[in-house]
């Protein structure tokens, strides 16, 4: 099992962008997971030299992921990117919605399933191992 970690990066803090990914890979099991905060360009992702590089690599991994879980709290263009790319390539996308706001039509139809907590995703994704 292999599990993408998508979620806003862009304009996030290093809490936002990482405490739920850290947790999540204590959970699966780091070896069990796709981290794109591995490779944070965050500062640089405006840069034309790494455009490509950071989506390049994102498809990559979201191509060699099992699953992806997204931890959805506010509009991102690169996650929604990543659920299509991913509902494209017929990956099971699991969206944790923490908005507390109406979850889009778009999202809700490009999800697998659908959840209100973390930890619930989590143990719903590691019933799989």
């Not at 659908?114 to 719903?124: E, G, H, P, T």
Request: glycine letters at 6%; proline letters at 2%.
């Amino acid at each position: 099992m292999k599990v993408y970690l998508g979620g806003a990066i862009n304009g996030c803090t290093d809490t936002e962008c990482k405490d739920w990914r850290e947790y999540a890979q204590k959970i699966l099991g780091i070896e069990n997971t796709l981290n794109p905060m591995d490779r944070d360009y965050r500062s640089r992702e405006l840069k034309s030299e790494v455009v490509n590089e950071i989506v390049e690599n994102d498809k990559d991994d979201i191509c060699n992921s099992t699953c992806m879980l997204v931890l959805y709290e506010k509009p991102s263009v690169g996650t929604s990117m990543e659920i299509l790319y991913a509902y494209m390539q017929d990956i099971s996308i699991y969206i944790v919605d923490i908005s507390g706001k109406s979850l889009s039509p778009w999202l809700s139809y490009h999800a697998s399933m659908l959840f209100k907590d973390l930890d619930s995703a989590l143990k719903y994704i590691k019933g799989f191992d």
